[in-house]
T-cell receptor, first 116, second 110 residues
Framework: GAVVSQHPSRVICKSGTSVKIECRSL??????MFWYRQFPKQSLMLMAT?????????EQGVEKDKFLINHASLTLSTLTVTSAHPEDSSFYIC???FGGGTDTQYFGPGTRLTVL | TQLLEQSPQFLSIQEGENLTVYCNSS?????LQWYRQEPGEGPVLLVT?????EVKKLKRLTFQFGDARKDSSLHITAAQPGDTGLYLC??????????FGAGTTVTVRA
């Protein structure tokens, strides 16, 4: 149980294009989903918290117009990197939580974004 | 500044040896989670500890949550090459967000 998927697993795009990453909870309903970014050999940095049906809450320093998050249902959240540039290249990972006072987060397999 | 200080940063041991990874903070957490991550993959949950002083065992892995809920340790007995990976601790506070430690890269040599 508690399986989270991400799509695509890898994406290469040209500078200036937008890229959408999907995060799905496959066998449970996720009240809250989180988006993280991870640089090589570093830990996870929280970008934003997404609750179904409401606007995402972004961490300090994360541009909300650059990283658009939509949490349209209890099983799907999307992250769109708009007008991507090479410095946006990174490993993006989502996680999902049951909510209701439960802290445990279940992570997706990650998406490797490379912007040329 | 990392909210959770994880040590050591790197650990390389021979198969069969024991190892301990530490996670320390000055903050109190409602729970603490340990994950293992392999290159190019997402973190996989190993355990969640909630109660101060709690000890959980998963086969050769032993997890302990400090009495004050500010620190935790992960101990692996008789490590195997399959234990190789990046171990991450993450503390949850009242807002349910996780603060991650910097991670410990464990290499177990055959």
């Amino acid at each position: 149980g508690a399986v989270v998927s991400q799509h695509p697993s890898r994406v290469i795009c040209k500078s200036g294009t937008s890229v959408k990453i999907e995060c799905r909870s496959l066998d449970f309903q996720a009240t809250t989903m989180f988006w993280y970014r991870q640089f090589p050999k570093q830990s996870l940095m929280l970008m934003a918290t997404s609750n179904e049906g409401s606007k995402a809450t972004y961490e300090q320093g994360v541009e909300k117009d650059k990283f658009l998050i939509n949490h349209a249902s209890l099983t799907l959240s999307t992250l769109t990197v708009t007008s991507a540039h090479p410095e946006d290249s990174s490993f993006y990972i989502c996680s999902a939580s049951f909510g209701g006072g439960t802290d445990t987060q279940y992570f997706g397999p990650g998406t490797r974004l490379t912007v040329l | 500044t990392q909210l959770l200080e994880q040590s050591p940063q790197f650990l390389s041991i021979q198969e069969g040896e024991n190892l301990t990874v530490y996670c320390n903070s000055s903050s109190v957490f409602s729970s603490l989670q340990w994950y293992r991550q392999e290159p190019g993959e997402g973190p996989v949950l190993l355990v969640t500890v909630v109660t101060g002083g709690e000890v959980k065992k998963l086969k050769r892995l032993t997890f302990q949550f400090g009495d004050a809920r500010k620190d935790s340790s992960l101990h692996i007995t008789a490590a195997q090459p399959g234990d190789t990976g990046l171990y991450l601790c993450a503390g949850a506070r009242n807002d349910y967000k996780l603060s991650f430690g910097a991670g410990t890269t464990v290499t177990v040599r055959a």
